[in-house]
């Protein structure tokens, strides 16, 4: 089993940033890649960005150039780094695991606004 503890949403203004944090425990050592998704009021849950555990990024279109995905091994934690944020960013942000068993695991959730 894994678990996965997102934290760092808020509320921020059009062309600000926000750093998200997403802690990893459990089986560890299980986890094959991890990624970050979002789901706006209504919409479907998309991915935004994906991190293997061997380093290996990969971006949606609409983030590319804006967030940067990555992962602290020795915290066991997973940063995405939002940049020039817009107002149609905002979205509740999953974390997501998937381990080699193909196991597939997500946090609870936090809350990113962005609005003047």
């Known amino acids: 089993q894994v678990q996965l503890v997102e934290s760092g949403g808020g509320l921020v203004q059009p062309g600000g940033s926000l750093r998200l944090s997403c802690a990893a425990s459990g089986s560890i050592f299980s986890i094959k890649a991890m990624g970050w998704y979002r789901q706006a009021p209504g919409g479907p849950r998309e991915m935004l960005a994906a991190?293997?555990?061997?380093?290996?990024?990969d971006y949606v279109d609409s983030v590319k150039g804006r967030f940067t995905i990555s992962r602290d091994n020795a915290k066991n934690t997973m940063y995405l780094q939002m940049n020039s944020l817009k107002p149609e960013d905002t979205a509740v942000y999953y974390c997501?695991?998937?381990?080699?068993?193909?196991?597939?695991?997500w946090g609870q959730g936090t809350q990113v606004t962005v609005s003047s």
């Open positions: 997501y695991a998937r381990s080699r068993e193909d196991n597939h695991y």
């Open positions: 991190i293997t555990s061997g380093g290996d990024t």
